[in-house]
């Protein structure tokens, strides 16, 4: 049973592996988390596309039959340049498209880190589906070093988002882009500090119907009934890597393996 690929540059891409076993539990999922190489967002679009070109090789040499690429900055920077020789889903067409949906007034708001900001790859495909959207966008390059480190709710959080985000609240925006995996364990912090008049999305959710669907249509989807199997591989071995999975997936044993790609 061929499994899902799914890589990303550190732990947030769990978030999207959970909603992908949320919506497919019958299938087999094999994540790469590139922790040797974090973080992605502050490197060239050359250097992340090169990273993605070799994450890819190294799933589909390990039999996947699909590729989630659920870092933004990949899906951003690389995906456009790369032409991967099986189905591959990137997470910011379903983020735009969820944030479209959700916003009331087109004042949309993307939190990510400063590569996916200056690709405009969220406004772009915000401004693709509604034209009128204004987009403001803020790259928060702390957040992913704060996330890997475990540091998810507590006081230097909350004072880091409150400066990162003060922008967008005094814009006005009704809608919130998590435009990176990673930003999705900050929830409660961001969820706080924006107030329930801001909408917060995570594409991690829309990105698995896209999954399922493009699936389906290709007639890859496993038959039940199915015994899944999930492997987490790490190019660099660390303790809050294992910790924030077990928040992220749930508290059980699972194979953690040391790789080289």
């Known amino acids: 049973m061929k ?26 999922i094999l994540y790469l988390g590139d ?23 190294f799933l589909e040499g390990r039999g996947v039959k699909a590729v989630v690429v659920a870092c933004n900055t990949a899906s951003a ?23 479209v949906a959700r916003s009331r007034s087109g004042r949309i708001g993307v939190i990510a880190t400063e590569s996916t900001v200056r690709s405009d790859a969220y ?10 959207a204004e987009v403001l966008s803020c790259a928060c390059p702390l957040f992913v070093p704060l996330v890997e480190e475990g540091w998810l709710d507590d006081e230097v959080v909350e004072t880091v988002a409150r400066r990162y985000t003060a922008p967008l609240a005094d814009a006005g925006i009704d809608t919130m882009v998590l435009g990176c995996t990673h930003y ?17 999305v995570d594409s991690a959710e829309t990105t698995a119907e896209a999954v399922a669907s493009g699936l389906a249509a290709d007639r890859l989807l496993v038959r ?15 303790a809050p890597f294992a910790r924030i999975a077990d928040l992220i997936l749930g508290p059980q044993h699972r194979p953690l393996e040391l790789v080289d790609v």
């Not at 189905?87 to 498209?97: D, L």
């Not at 406004?123 to 009128?132: E, F, H, V, W």
């Not at 999705?184 to 917060?200: D, H, I, S, Y």
């Open 3 to 28: 499994p899902i690929g799914v890589f990303d540059s550190g732990v947030g891409g769990l978030t999207v592996v959970a909603a992908l076993q949320r919506r497919l539990p019958e299938e087999s």
């Open 35 to 57: 922790t040797a190489r974090l973080p992605y967002g502050s490197k060239s679009p050359d250097t992340v596309t090169r990273y993605t070109e070799r994450n890819l090789g």
């Open 77 to 99: 920077l690389a995906l456009p340049r790369l032409r991967p020789r099986l189905p591959t889903w990137g997470v910011v067409e379903p983020g735009a498209e969820a944030a």
């Open 123 to 132: 406004g772009a495909a915000i401004r693709r589906r509604r034209p009128d």
């Open 184 to 200: 999705p364990l900050l929830r409660p912090v961001l969820a706080r500090v924006m107030g329930p008049g801001v909408e917060l």
């Open 224 to 238: 039940p009934p199915a015994d899944p199997a999930h492997h987490l591989c790490v190019t660099d071995a660390s």
